[in-house]
Nanobody, 114 residues
């Protein structure tokens, strides 16, 4: 079973930046489309961004132009650079395979507040 460990969250003021990391176990990280998701208590988890095995990227409309997803297959790690953060970005952020989802990790909390 593949495991994911998210890190890099924290408390930041509106307009600030954070870089999240997602470290994956297993040997086939490079062949899967990976995604970032977020969840606010009481709401469903929502998709934020995804990156294909060849580097094609897609974003939900609310984060386009502010977030950048990337991956380093040699390190089996995915990243999410988040700029110009807004209070509505506050959530627990998770990573997973997009089309063959695995067990969810613990996530990393992002709080955007002044």
């Amino acid at each position: 079973q593949v495991q994911f460990v998210e890190s890099g969250g924290g408390l930041v003021q509106p307009g600030g930046s954070l870089r999240l990391s997602c470290a994956a176990s297993g040997s086939d990280f490079s062949i899967h489309t990976m995604g970032w998701y977020r969840q606010v208590p009481g709401k469903q988890r929502e998709w934020v961004a995804r990156i294909s095995e060849v580097g094609d990227t897609y974003y939900r409309d609310s984060v386009k132009g502010r977030f950048t997803i990337s991956r380093d297959n040699a390190k089996k790690t995915m990243y999410l650079q988040m700029n110009n953060l807004k209070p509505e970005d506050t959530a627990a952020y998770y990573c997973n395979r997009v089309f063959v989802s695995q067990s969810w990790g613990q996530g990393t909390q992002v709080t955007v507040s002044s």
